[in-house]
């Protein structure tokens, strides 16, 4: 009877449109499931994050078609909902429609909603696409975007100090044929560098490039040029994907291991070289045991501060060549790295033993005198490897990564992820990350931005109490055991989160209150004392029509360190997508008493383009997005954004200031594909 049920469901479903015209994108719900990432210090890890979904929608999979391994590239999917996708499909057949997602009782209504960006079904003949990439995913297809930024105003360096003009513009060219092949090239210039120019005499201050190939027997996947490499927990190799703690929650923890084109402009934890993926044992079937190899090696220049005596204070990876000192810094010193990863798959095991040795062509020699740097990475050699382990059956997965360093320190974490019914998930997360442990590509699950000076615990859950309600709640604890950047002496930190989601027919309501509790040194350093901030977000967004929609925001924060800090602001934001066109237009006005209760604010921007604004002081903030399709090949998009302060004359400081209380810059992208 059961079955019959579900066939009945599933043949209904099928008669339907799963997807109407959707006026928000998955840039958007990605950033309402990263609420908590917006104020972290790592920006060029949001960058990363960005880039890498946007590569996994330029390449859709058929989802009727997938492997485990294809499903498990997207990071808002746990180990779990993996698993009951190809049961899913093993049990019942290919899919008809997207609306059968609905049927997996594990995917909440963020999942139903992102994946659509992510995957097709190829037999959909009557069933709307939201992207045109979609309808290219699997078939060659090339596309060439250009994107420039002219600002109506002069920052100081512009006047003198800076080696460039004040223009920001990119390059990127790419042709695909799925996962068979792919071949890019990017270039990148940030306003104020040179072009084709003084040091930059071939053009872009930065190029990424890469070949790829794959499916092509045991050979998985091969790339040449520039890429990354994740693995595990990320203990070792984490330069590909960093989660927020409320999308680990809804992933239940899981970070997706990958080895990919590096195509996005950030300057950190990269690779240039080559690498590989061998399956050595088993096939895509379900059950059957797989074992992989991914050997990589690797020799790219870097950029770093160094000491009078030529050693390397600092590795930095900015990408800022805008200045004398800044050229002078840029590829000064060169990284040659090797390693790999074997991981054995079966059924619901998965172990994997990851290893990465990194050779410096200059000594690294932070300065140890500042107490929070003494356990910087240091020398010229270094060393880590790892063992990640997962084990997932029908509503538990337990999941983890051990990993040592040269000199035998230790990090490791650890995660249980339970769920007793389809209305709730519960995840529980405990890491240790020694302060002794360095990586120089380690990143993870915590408050800080590398995996090391940490140990904590985490316990969140989400709850659907009612159809159209969802809770998320999360409670996270840390204790820093070495002084950090501020803090002088061993710390702790409490960060608590609860969001709830009602959503009718054309609404859909949020409201989120966010709090965390950390520690700091005084003005004297000669004690701690409290650095706490308060969060809190209502937004309302209305369906209007199939191609409008309105949402209005208000977010609140307040801050204490040494003095209390106050600020709000009220935004509105219009979606109007009619056939060809899009138009996004948002208005809103802050005010906050400093930076330390800024406001951090979303909104749409140019295809490939992350930006997650912060404002502060008293100001209003303008912009509109338009976008024109002209045929499949052709759009073009203009974005215009203006905001005006009402507490200062200029903004910014040293060679970035404006002497002016506003500022509008102007966004042009052309995009083609054939």
Not at 157 to 185: F, I, N, P, T
Not at 459 to 472: A, F, I, N, Q, V
Request: proline share 4%; net charge neutral; aromatic share 12%.
């Amino acid at each position: 009877m059961k079955a019959i049920t579900v066939v009945i469901t599933i043949l209904l479903l099928s008669a339907l449109p799963a997807l109407s015209q959707q006026s928000r994108t998955w840039e958007e719900l990605w950033q309402e499931m990263q609420a908590d990432a917006d104020d972290e210090d790592d920006e060029e890890a949001q960058d990363e994050d960005y880039e890498r979904l946007a590569q996994l929608a330029r390449s859709p999979v058929d989802l009727n078609k997938a492997t485990r391994e294809d499903l498990e590239q997207l990071p808002f999917l746990s180990e779990l909902q993996v698993m009951d996708l190809q049961e899913y499909l093993h049990r019942y057949g290919p899919m008809r429609s997207l609306g059968e997602l609905k049927m997996i009782k594990s995917l909440d209504y963020w999942q139903q909603e992102l994946l659509p960006f992510f995957v097709y079904l190829e037999d959909e003949a009557d069933e709307p696409l939201p992207t045109y990439s979609r309808r290219l995913s699997y078939h060659p297809h090339a596309e060439v975007t250009l994107t420039g930024l002219v600002p109506f105003y002069e920052r100081k360096g512009d006047l003198a100090g800076y080696l460039g003009y004040r223009y920001r513009h990119s390059l990127r060219a790419e042709y695909s044929e799925g996962e068979r092949m792919k071949v890019g090239l990017i270039g990148s210039q940030d306003a104020g560098e040179p072009f084709f120019a003084g040091d930059n005499r071939w053009g872009y201050d930065n190029y990424s490039y890469y070949v790829q190939v794959g499916r092509l027997g045991i050979l998985d996947k091969a790339i040449v040029g520039k890429y990354r490499v994740s693995a595990g927990m990320g203990l070792v190799l984490g330069g590909s994907f960093r989660l927020g703690k409320l999308a680990s929650l809804m992933s239940l923890g899981r970070q997706p291991t990958t080895l990919r084109p590096h195509s996005s402009r950030s300057q950190a934890d990269y690779f240039r070289g080559a690498a590989t993926t061998l399956r050595v044992l088993g096939s895509d079937r379900v059950d059957d045991a797989t074992l992989k190899l991914t050997a990589f090696v690797s020799h790219r220049p870097i950029d770093a501060t160094l000491a009078d005596d030529g050693t390397a204070a600092t590795l930095v990876t900015s990408g800022y060549h805008r200045t004398v000192s800044e050229m002078a810094r840029k590829d000064n010193t060169h990284l040659t790295a090797f390693g790999g990863r074997l991981a054995f798959t079966k059924g619901g095991w998965r172990v994997g033993l990851n290893v990465v040795h990194t050779h410096l062509d200059r000594r690294l020699q932070p300065p140890t005198t500042t107490l929070y740097r003494r356990y910087n990475p240091a020398g010229t050699d270094f060393l880590n490897t790892s063992l990640d382990y997962s084990y997932t059956r029908p509503r538990l997965t337990v999941s983890g990564e051990t990993a040592v360093n040269r000199d035998g320190a230790v990090a490791t974490i650890n995660s249980l992820g339970w769920q007793p019914s389809s209305n709730i998930s519960i995840m529980a997360l405990w890491r240790h990350y020694s302060y002794r442990y360095t990586g120089l590509y380690s990143h993870s699950f915590g408050d800080n931005a590398r995996a090391q000076n940490e140990q904590g615990f985490f316990l969140g859950t989400t709850w659907k109490p009612l159809r159209r309600l969802t809770l998320r709640a999360y409670a996270d604890y840390a204790w820093f055991p070495w002084a950090k950047y501020l803090v002088s002496q061993p710390s702790q930190a409490l960060d608590f989160l609860l969001q709830a989601e009602y959503r009718l027919s054309k609404w859909q309501l949020l409201a989120r209150g966010r709090t965390r509790f950390r520690e700091r040194d005084n003005e004297d350093k000669t004690a701690l004392t409290a650095n706490n901030e308060y969060r809190l977000r209502l937004a309302a967004t209305r369906d209007m029509s199939r191609v409008l929609s309105l949402r209005t925001q208000l977010d609140a924060a307040r801050a204490f360190y040494l003095k209390p800090s106050l600020g709000w602001m009220l935004s509105e934001h219009l979606t109007w997508q009619p056939r060809s066109w899009l138009l996004c237009a948002t208005a809103g006005y802050f005010h906050t008493d400093d930076y330390a209760s800024r406001i951090y604010l979303y909104e749409r921007q140019m295809a490939y383009e992350y930006i997650m604004p912060t404002y502060f002081g008293h100001g209003l903030h303008l912009a509109a997005l338009v976008r024109k399709s002209f045929g499949q090949h052709l759009r073009v998009t203009a974005r215009l954004g203006f905001t005006r302060y009402s507490d200062r004359s200029t903004i910014g400081s040293g060679l970035q200031l404006i002497d002016s209380p506003q500022q509008a810059d102007l966004d042009l992208q052309l995009r083609w594909k054939l």
